[in-house]
């Protein structure tokens, strides 16, 4: 794929055209980047990020401490794979 959309608009029909449906898929816009309690959909515009249920409310999206921990303990990690017994 040579040019990759701009809009929230373009990836919204991207994800339609490949991407398989759910019920979920609620908010006509592509996240693309957080910071703290906000965060910003491909057309640049700020949202307050109101998903309580998501750890990104205690945290916070991109904290350098954690964004720094997490990579150290994955750059020792090859794989990551969670099963059931």
């Given at each position: 794929?040579?040019?990759?959309?701009?809009?929230?608009?373009g990836?919204l029909?991207?994800?339609?055209?490949?991407?398989?449906?759910?019920?979920?898929?609620?908010?006509?816009?592509?996240?693309?980047?957080?910071?703290?309690?906000?965060?910003?959909?491909?057309?640049?515009?700020?949202?307050?990020?109101?998903?309580?249920?998501q750890?990104?409310?205690?945290?916070?999206?991109?904290?350098?401490d954690?964004?720094?921990?997490?990579?150290?303990?994955?750059?020792?990690?090859?794989?990551?794979c969670?099963?059931k017994?």
């Open positions: 794929m040579e040019n990759l959309p701009t809009t929230n608009a990836w029909e991207l994800g339609n055209n490949y991407l398989l449906r759910h019920p979920m898929r609620t908010a006509p816009l592509v996240p693309e980047r957080g910071e703290g309690i906000y965060m910003w959909d491909v057309e640049g515009k700020r949202y307050i990020d109101f998903q309580s249920g750890l990104c409310v205690t945290l916070g999206h991109s904290h350098p954690y964004v720094k921990a997490l990579c150290a303990r994955l750059s020792r990690r090859r794989k990551c969670w099963q017994k």
